[in-house]
């Protein structure tokens, strides 16, 4: 998918889906652009998380450290 220095996103989806999404937002008393946003960050965020962990992580095992969690 091509992607440009704008700050808009275009997506194809099912006419159905997208009116059940539209439905269901509105129930939630938000927008396609405030829902979508949300989800971004968190998906940002969560994948940072993760990646800092593993950085935090890896050295310790190879130390012999237990992670927590870990077998």
């Known amino acids: 998918m091509p992607h440009g220095k ?3 996103i275009v997506l194809e989806v ?3 889906e997208k009116q059940d999404l539209y439905e269901a937002l509105e129930k939630e008393g938000l927008t396609l ?3 979508f946003l949300g989800q971004a960050r968190s998906y940002l965020q969560n994948r940072n998380q993760t990646e800092m962990f593993m950085m935090v992580a890896e050295p ?3 130390f012999g450290v237990k992670v927590k969690g870990a077998k």
Do not use: F, T, V, Y
């Open 60 to 62: 310790q095992a190879e």
């Open 14 to 16: 099912d006419p159905d």
């Open 33 to 35: 652009k405030d829902w």
């Open 6 to 8: 704008s700050g808009r």
